[in-house]
């Protein structure tokens, strides 16, 4: 059983509203990953943090943002929602050393009608 | 760039079938070559892990087979079964401080009764 919690599962949004997706994790990593997915199946890494007050842009370029002011917490926020920000976001933790690879969330099925 | 070039995207095999999921890298410096298996609606999970001093692993139906010279790895089921529908990932990681995974774009597995 994963131990990384994503919030909400589902969500339908109307443009222009703002949104924040949870992701938290009770396993200490410092690691944690954000990344987007289509129908496709690619993961597309678009935020990480390697720990408190850090975070990094990833491979695709992303109007979304994150914070990481608590370990166990790392949600992403998107200003103003459009109908491109259509997608499934999951999240990831790791541990220091690398350990046995990511565990990802359920991830968050995000329609921007 | 770092990458992991997977292939099929997608393969269909019937029951009993032995699908191969085969994956090549460039990076050297690649240490760890992880497995990830998506189910719908669901976050990848990790399946099977292999290091790069080893040339075979097994995990019940689940064999990974790794050439260092050629840097290629390949997955293998064994009696595959409908419940192996799945999207597959591969996947490198990265040495150093970071541990950072490069994933394969995925193949989309159906196994029919």
């Known amino acids: 059983e994963a131990d990384i919690y994503q919030t909400p599962r589902y969500l339908v949004i109307g443009t222009g509203k703002k949104i924040t997706l949870e992701c938290s994790q009770t396993?200490?990593?410092?690691?944690m990953y954000w990344y987007q997915q289509d129908p496709g199946m690619e993961l597309h890494l678009i935020h990480y943090?390697?720990?408190?007050?850090?975070?990094e842009k990833g491979d695709l370029s992303s109007e979304s943002t994150v914070s990481r002011i608590r370990t166990e917490h790392f949600p992403l926020t998107l200003e103003s929602a459009r109908p491109s920000h259509t997608s499934q976001y999951l999240c990831?933790?790791?541990?220091?050393?690398?350990?046995?690879?990511?565990?990802f969330g359920s991830g968050t099925r995000l329609t921007v009608v | 760039q770092q990458q992991v070039k997977q292939s099929p995207q997608s393969l269909i095999v019937q029951k009993g079938g032995i699908p191969i999921i085969n994956c090549a890298y460039e990076n050297t410096a690649f240490d760890y070559f992880p497995w990830y298996q998506q189910f719908p609606g669901k976050g990848p999970a990790l399946l099977i892990a292999i290091r790069p001093d080893v040339s075979e692993k097994k995990e019940g139906r689940f064999t990974i087979s790794f050439n260092k010279s050629a840097k290629q790895f390949s997955l293998h089921i064994m009696d595959s079964q409908p419940g192996d529908s799945a999207t597959y990932f591969c996947a490198a990681r990265s040495g150093g401080s970071n541990y950072k995974l490069t994933f394969g774009k995925g193949t989309l597995l159906t196994v029919n009764p």
């Open positions: 990831a933790s790791s541990p220091t050393g690398g350990g046995h690879g990511y565990t």
């Open positions: 396993m200490g990593h410092d690691k």
């Open positions: 943090s390697y720990g408190v007050n850090s975070t």
